[in-house]
């Protein structure tokens, strides 16, 4: 395993003493994010390397208009909120749902199966999931969403936050300032929609794309790959997450996810709008949409709080260049999701990567 | 979020599977992975299967979160 790592190494130093000028390589995975930090991946890679950590955690890239819905629902008497944890603690203008789950119309769960049994079991209540994250979670929300219509579940709605990875990528490349030479994808995510979805980005935009999994050596061989084409003036689709990911990814899930859902304009945090980038429900599931229900709409409000998150999750600076990073926003006294969420760069920054400047 | 766990599908009657990942065992389904059997290795990722996994693939990902959570309580002792 170590000699693997050295190899590439090896390749990633030569790559780069070829190229001779400063590289820039984003992650657009929160859990390669939070990975390269823990293994301290960034102390083996040359001074011209420089990752950043793009629009890979779910929750910090939800814009705070949703957040302020899921709480304006929170608060509501005739509402039971299900959602997943990691969503609990992100603030949005009135609190947290964390203040609210002491009033007990909040519960967290670990399954969308979790949230429309709790459905099942509270009859008299009106439950709605917090439907947020990637291609990985999407799956999971369109099975239930089909459960509910074929059982009639009357209770129960989803609040379709779900976001697709590569119109986010096509987005920050689009941009004229953006400083990214390559991508290095996500695992799980490419496991369901396959390392061939990210060919629009590779043809459209000449960036190599190379899908890894989670384990230090998996991240170091990417890099490496990604490294041995920018020398060779390339750009390609490639995995080393052989393992896992399929040129195709998995056609049960995408089917699941084409039944219910369908691509949609849609906003995200630091990225603003991007053309069919959310899913929302089709038709023919709409009577689960917890937007119809409560005749609710997102409307993008300024973040006034100095939080710098959108630019992080750009790539167009690091967390310590924010000026409330370690001072005002901390891990126990987050102010943007970036920090909240554990797969936030804030975060990790914050519990690893303190004393490197990297 | 995106994070999946390899683990062993050891009951399964239609798509409700029960899976052993390092021993912990929990429901989770695999309406998304018909092609899943009794006895293989897959991912979960919030209780459903989504993709099938190798032995070795399997046994990598449990050492490095065995690794994890030994340095997470070592930090937490030195810390504590």
């Known amino acids: ?73 929170a608060d509501r008497e005739d509402c039971l909120i299900a959602t997943y944890g990691d969503m609990i603690r992100v603030p949005g203008e009135k609190g947290s749902l964390e203040t609210r ?82 991508f290095l994808c996500p695992g799980h995510v490419s496991a369901i929609i396959g390392y061939g ?11 190599p794309c190379v899908v890894a999994g989670f384990e230090p050596v998996q991240i170091v061989e990417g890099l490496a790959e990604i490294c041995r084409q920018l020398a060779d003036g390339k750009a390609q689709l490639k995995s080393v997450y052989k393992a896992v990911v399929t040129e195709t990814g998995n056609v049960s899930a995408q089917k699941a996810i084409a039944e219910c859902f369908e691509p949609a304009d849609g906003y995200w945090r630091g990225l603003g709008k991007i053309p069919k980038s959310t899913l929302r429900l089709k038709d023919k599931y709409s009577r689960f949409d917890a937007f119809k229900r409560f005749g609710l709409i997102e409307t993008p409000s300024e973040d006034t709080t100095g939080c710098r998150c959108g630019e992080v999750l750009c790539g167009l600076i690091d967390p310590q260049q924010c000026g409330l990073f370690e001072t005002k926003c901390t891990a126990r006294t987050p102010i943007g999701p970036c920090m909240v969420s554990s797969e936030g760069a804030c975060a990790a920054w914050y519990k690893y990567g303190r004393d490197k400047k990297t | 979020m995106c994070l999946a766990i390899p683990a062993r599908i050891v009951e399964l009657e239609g798509d409700v599977a029960v899976v052993d990942a390092m021993g912990n065992r929990f429901k989770a ?16 990722h919030a209780g459903f299967a989504i993709s099938l996994v190798d032995e070795e693939e399997a046994r990598q990902t449990w050492q490095l979160i065995a690794e994890i959570n030994e340095f997470q309580e070592t930090r937490n002792k030195l810390s504590g």
Do not use: W
């Open chain 1, 1 to 73: 395993m170590l000699e693997r790592i050295h190899n590439a190494q090896g390749l990633i130093d030569s790559a780069c003493r070829k190229l001779g000028r400063q590289i820039n390589i984003m992650e657009v995975c929160g859990t390669h994010t939070v990975a390269i930090f823990r293994n301290g991946i960034r102390s083996i890679l040359p001074k011209t390397l420089k990752l950043l950590s793009g629009p890979g955690c779910p929750v910090c890239v939800t814009d705070q208009s949703y957040i302020d819905i899921v709480l304006q629902l």
């Open chain 1, 101 to 182: 789950s002491a009033k007990a119309n909040v519960k967290v769960v670990l399954s969308t199966e979790d949230a429309l049994q709790l459905a099942k079991d509270n009859p008299g209540k009106t439950v709605v999931f917090v439907a947020v994250g990637f291609e990985t979670t999407t799956p999971a929300t369109a099975v239930v969403v089909k459960e509910a219509a074929e059982q009639a579940v009357e209770n129960f709605y989803i609040l379709a936050g779900h976001k697709l990875v590569v119109p986010a990528m096509c987005a920050l490349v689009s941009e004229k300032n953006h400083n990214i030479d390559a």
């Open chain 1, 197 to 207: 979805a990210f060919a629009e980005v590779v043809d459209a935009f000449s960036r």
């Open chain 2, 29 to 44: 389904k695999t309406t998304l992975l018909p092609e899943a059997k009794l006895g293989d290795l897959a991912l979960i």
